[in-house]
């Protein structure tokens, strides 16, 4: 044995103590405070931290496939706009985070718009905040598109997270078209973006009214595993995952006052919602059989 | 505007009466100031002309208009529940003595501008929120508290006034959170707790405006008035426990069933009355504000941002450890010494 410490010898040995070292230098550090924060409370070494569990689902647990992730654009302001399903949890929106962090070839972190009944949650509301979540309203939409961030939304609300299993794949009614108000106005492209396989993670079979009455939740789903089975019932089955990011479009040619124009509102949102529904049919249809 | 004239600071015994009251002075613009409170300023304010009023007396539209100023300020506004004046007297001062004032200003001949210090909690704090509120969001949630009602009703006399005499600019500020060393307001004695109370769970977003930037742009707004509700805010947000840490102190999330009846408890603690709702919201949802109009239109730089308050804050409160909290008080140190 050499006198030395760490021993120099083994340098898997080192390398490990080097990680403790960081680990141990960097807890120490964020407990004193010395982090960095967003303006909407994003804390990108959080987000990093938590990464790995995001990696994990997203190669080994959803084996998730990505059409056209460079169809967004690599900086400056974009807005995708995405089915949405998940029932329990939005891993929709996380896992497009993670595709264009992992297959883009210039990744950022992306925002999402959540729903705001999140930020009521405890604990919930604040873990959101930290990777990269913002309630929805068209002002933090507005403000984070004209700081030329990347937004994620997901215009059916809760009507698609939490419909039922008979209904997955159908997408549903996309509100009342905010999103594209605050495109027109602001000039950002719009990604259309279709995920399929986040239906079959917490298959919903019916739901609790007296438990959604007694938590004050919009809603308390009943899978197969979910409440029966506890916090075990929160493990997302294994369905495999396809995610496509359309063409971008340009609303720029419609100029500044086509956001008080309703029908034009209506109908851009129409069409967005059509080439979102065709491109899940279309993602259905390549995935194959849900599992394996 | 480059000259400004006479002006009059109604509430000028208060500390933030007192600190514009010291930083109009340097100004070569002002001619005269006149301080209009029940009480004398504590310190020496010797270029200040000190005339006794109270504000929720009638009388007052009789002193105002002899006193022939240019540009009144307002900082008679009371934004925290004190332990000898619960929210009900809060009303009197705020919506009453408002209402009196501008009815005295109504009779005032000249008039150029009226700048009120106002508060921001009529934003309120919710989950929902925008993560930044512009000064045209003031009404897109409804008024919970007490307080968040007066100051409604505050702002729509003050509304009103402006609407029924277009030559005066009529600008109501709305401040958010000072916080900084020497300061004494509910929330700073509540960051000085030995051991502070936290909601478990929830994490608030909080803009700290540093007491420089606070006289700063009372000021800046007082020489340079806009019409309309003006945000005085920071730059950028911090979290509730970001800013614990950063100053070292030991927090302690309290459950949501507990945490309701504590704060109220936490708040007589803190000789601040009852810790108000919007104290209890604010600690649960956080708010942020934009200050875009105070930088563009009134012109007013900010010197710190939110961080930047919270370093400040936590230096000043360097060395200060669990064993050796501020004897604020209502502090729990001083009252075992009792």
Redesign the interface.
Known sequence: MSDQWPPVDSGLELEWVETVQKTIERVLRRMAGEYHEDEYGFDEEFAETVFPIWEFLYRHWWRVEVDGVSNVPGHGRALLVANHSGTIFPFDAIMMGTAIQKEHPLPRWTRALVLNWAFDLPFVSYFIRRIGGVSANPANLGRLLGQDEPVMVFPEGAKGFGKPFAERYRVQRFGRGGFVEVALETGSPIIPVAVVGAEEIYPKLGESRALARLTGAPYVPVTPLFPMLGPLGLLPLPSRWRIEFLEPIDLSGYGPGASEDRSLVFDLSEQIREMVQEAVYRGLVKRGAAFF | MSVTGRVVIVGVSTHWGSELARKLTDEPGVTEIIGIDTAPPKAGLDKVRFVEADIRNPVISKILPSLKPDVVVHCGIVLYPDEDRPSRALHDINVIGTLQLLAACERVEGLRAIVARGSAAIYGSA??????F?ED?ARQLPLVTRFQRDVGELEGYFDNFARRHPGVTCCMLRFQTEVGPGLDNPFVRYLTLPVVPT?????P?LQLLHPVDATGALAAATMNPVSGPVNVAP?????LS???????RMAVGMP?LVAGTLFRRVGSMLGSGAMSEDGLFLLR?GR?CDNRRLREEVGYELAFDSEGTARDF?ASRHGMSVLFPSPHPGSPVRSLGR
């Open positions: 989950p929902g929120a925008p993560a930044f512009t969001m909601q478990l769970g929830f994490d977003r730059d950028g947000a911090i979290s970001r800013l614990l840490k950063l100053s070292g949501p949802y942020g936590a």
